[in-house]
């Protein structure tokens, strides 16, 4: 006889290597052997489908019963699964006998990324300016990551940005390499694979494409560090962290879905620029005379559009 077992959408078989029994226990007229040589006879997509012990000579007694364990399959991506599917097949792997659907559907939950490390500079190329962004100033955040588990080729990265930092600034797009003022990946990045997919600066998401295989087999496995350019801080003050989700890649029935994440990477505060530049000049200095006042600034920094000055006299 033959047990076909239907796994759910989101459940890998063979990962890394083909998937196989590893234990199994058959017991039938009260007596139990271990191991009762349970054994995968093909692997297909979803499916697979295992040989009982034996010749097929004698039908199983009633109330036998079993039990495997396989190995090499793989969570894929978090959320709630449907169950699994079981039937027992005769010897021609066609005609079923028993069967039960949908049996102990799981509910995945999202691994948690090993490591999260967020820098900034204005001059990324040079490793000692790192430090405090500072406010209404351009530059580049370097973020580098460790996964836990293992993300499947093509996976893609979304990075969620916290209030105050501004993507696509129209203000920061100073290399003529590069016309659009977009928020983009420099050509610094590990993998070397790595691509821009789409950013949105209402939401102020990031989200980049791996495009490689598993990342199990990257040349540093599991390790991703990326720069990403033309970002501006509106404000100084303290900054709410950084949410890095690395997900499974959409299809055409399924949107991303998730498979590790950080949703608390910290982010040093912002600071105010070098003390605002400024002349004061009174046209007219007899006292008691009307008279009007010329006021001079000069920024370091870039002032946001709806920005307000504020002059105490």
């Given amino acids: 006889s033959l047990i076909l077992l239907s796994v759910p959408s989101g459940i890998g078989l063979s990962l890394p290597r083909a998937t196989e029994v590893v234990e199994s226990t058959c017991c039938e007229l009260q007596q139990c052997t271990t191991p009762c040589n349970i054994t995968v006879r093909t692997i297909s997509d979803t499916t697979i489908i295992l040989a009982l012990p034996g010749k097929g000579a004698t039908n199983l007694a009633d109330n036998a019963n079993m039990s495997f364990t396989l190995t090499n399959m793989r969570n894929l991506w978090a959320g709630k699964k449907e169950g699994f599917d079981v039937s027992l097949l005769l010897s021609d792997g066609i005609s079923k006998v028993l069967e039960a659907k949908d049996v102990d559907g799981p509910e995945l939950l999202a691994g948690s990324l090993r490591s999260a490390l967020v820098a900034w500079s204005e001059t990324p190329t040079l490793q000692h300016t790192y430090g405090h962004p500072m406010a209404g100033h351009c530059g580049t955040y370097r973020v580098r990551l460790q996964v836990r588990g293992t993300l499947p080729a093509q996976a893609t990265l979304r990075l969620s940005f916290p209030p105050k930092v501004q993507l696509n600034d129209v203000t920061c797009g100073d290399d003529p390499g590069f016309p659009q003022p977009v928020t983009r990946l ?128």
Avoid: C
């Fill in 186 to 313: 420099t050509l610094n990045r590990l993998p070397s694979d790595v691509l821009d997919l789409r950013v949105d600066a209402s939401t102020r998401q990031v989200t980049v494409q791996i495009d490689a295989p598993r990342s199990d087999v990257w040349a540093q496995p599991g390790v991703i560090e990326l720069y990403l350019t033309n970002i501006r801080h509106t404000s100084s003050g303290l900054l709410q962290p950084l949410v890095v989700e690395a997900l499974f890649p959409s299809d055409l029935s399924q949107p991303e879905r998730l498979v590790e994440h950080n949703q608390f990477v910290p982010l040093l505060p912002v600071v105010p620029p070098s003390p605002l530049a400024a002349t004061v000049t009174p046209q007219i200095l007899s006292s008691g005379s009307r008279t009007t006042v010329s006021v001079t600034l000069r920024l370091s920094g870039r002032l946001p559009r709806d920005g307000v000055v504020q002059l105490e006299l």
